[in-house]
């Protein structure tokens, strides 16, 4: 039960909600898109802290949403970052890898 209740979940982020365009995707998938992405560009060190997925990026709405395109996402955008710091995972972005 437990594995049908996780994978439904799964499959309706990371495979429905997410597309090959950032901004298609639901606001989770695309941040663990973006984090992906992010760990690639600023190896080893990540963009900074308080620049990706936590509180302080949407309060000061860092531009590392617009280098990638995650400001046209629902709940990733400047004025209704509802998402931004719901995630935990792809905060380790801003903090690379060292």
């Not at 090959?20 to 989770?28: N, T």
């Not at 936590?54 to 617009?66: D, F, H, Q, V």
């Amino acid at each position: 039960m437990m594995f049908m209740v996780a994978w439904e979940k799964f499959y309706f982020y990371f495979v429905t909600g997410s597309n090959s365009e950032l901004s298609a995707s639901f606001a989770r998938p695309a941040l663990y898109q973006g984090a992906f992405l992010i760990l690639k560009d600023y190896f080893p060190f990540g963009s900074g802290f308080g620049s990706y997925a936590c509180y302080a990026s949407g309060l000061y709405y860092s531009p590392i949403y617009y280098q990638y395109g995650l400001d046209v996402v629902q709940g990733l955008d400047e004025y209704e970052g509802a998402f931004i710091s719901d995630t935990f995972f792809p905060q380790i972005a801003q903090f690379g890898v060292v």
